[in-house]
């Protein structure tokens, strides 16, 4: 850890003894006031992830940085906690769930070996049993959420022997969809396409690929694309809603061409 490091984070904390005490707004913030602007802030992180935009990211997590900050000088004005005890549980819970880098634990199976352990340790903190997938937050966005119910899963074995076996289950899912489609059912269609939605963000799991971070570079991808289309039929005098769908879909195609990622 350098100077400067220590320096900044030190600066940082008096800034913020700073804020509390003379700036009105920074006076009446709340942990209930501040969450909405700490999932915002979280959100442009991540956003700034998927642009592979560094010095986004240095800036975000900076913006980040700053709430955890304010969220510790709130406790410890409570006399709940301070930035110490905040650091102290980290740093104690990390050591304790890292017993191959910190113990004589030994590794074998990699990174997933890894993350079984992490789960086992996790649930052997608690003197009384706690349910494998209480830790799952209610709030998270649907697909992120169906993600870390499969992770938590796996850490206690409940998952397939092979990634390849999902498949069977990805299509079984989709016939049952079909069935559903054809009978009408619009309550019945909402649980079968659930289902679907849950197996394919299951096989993205199982072949190591962010299903949240894929669908939106599709969701960019799309855009990128329906915004050439339509700025080439600006460009031609002509409106999109007076134009056939396979008078759009030749524009589509050489948007394509254009914008191959």
């Not at 706690?130 to 938590?152: D, F, W, Y």
Request: hydrophobic content about 40%.
């Amino acid at each position: 850890m350098t100077e400067k490091t220590i320096s900044e984070f030190s600066r940082l904390l008096s800034i913020m003894d700073e804020l509390r005490e003379k700036c009105p707004w920074d006076q009446k913030q709340t942990n209930q006031s501040l969450r909405k602007l700490t999932i915002e802030e979280t959100y442009e992180l991540a956003d700034a992830i998927l642009k592979d935009d560094n010095d986004a990211i240095r800036k975000e997590l900076g913006d980040l940085m700053l709430h955890i900050v304010f969220y510790a000088k709130i406790g410890s004005e409570k006399g709940l906690f301070d930035m110490g005890d905040v650091l102290e549980s980290i740093n104690t819970k990390l050591v304790y769930r890292h017993p191959h880098v910190f113990g004589d634990v030994s590794v074998t199976r990699g990174a997933r070996e890894v993350e079984e352990n992490w789960e086992k340790l996790k649930m052997n903190e608690h003197s009384e049993y706690k349910p494998v997938l209480s830790g799952v937050p209610a709030s998270l966005p649907a697909t992120v959420k169906a993600n870390r119910i499969q992770e938590k899963v796996r850490g206690v074995g409940f998952d397939w022997d092979s990634r390849e076996q999902i498949w069977d289950k990805v299509t079984e899912e989709l016939d049952e969809l079909k069935k559903e489609v054809a009978a009408g059912s619009k309550i019945d269609m909402e649980a079968e396409l659930g289902d679907l939605f849950f197996s394919v963000i299951n096989a993205a799991r199982l072949y190591e690929i962010d299903p949240e971070a894929a669908l939106e570079k599709t969701n960019r991808k799309f855009i990128r694309r329906f915004n050439y289309l339509e700025k080439q039929t600006l460009a031609k005098g002509l409106s999109l809603r007076d134009m056939t769908l396979d008078e759009m879909n030749i524009i589509w195609e050489e948007a394509k061409q254009f914008d191959r990622d």
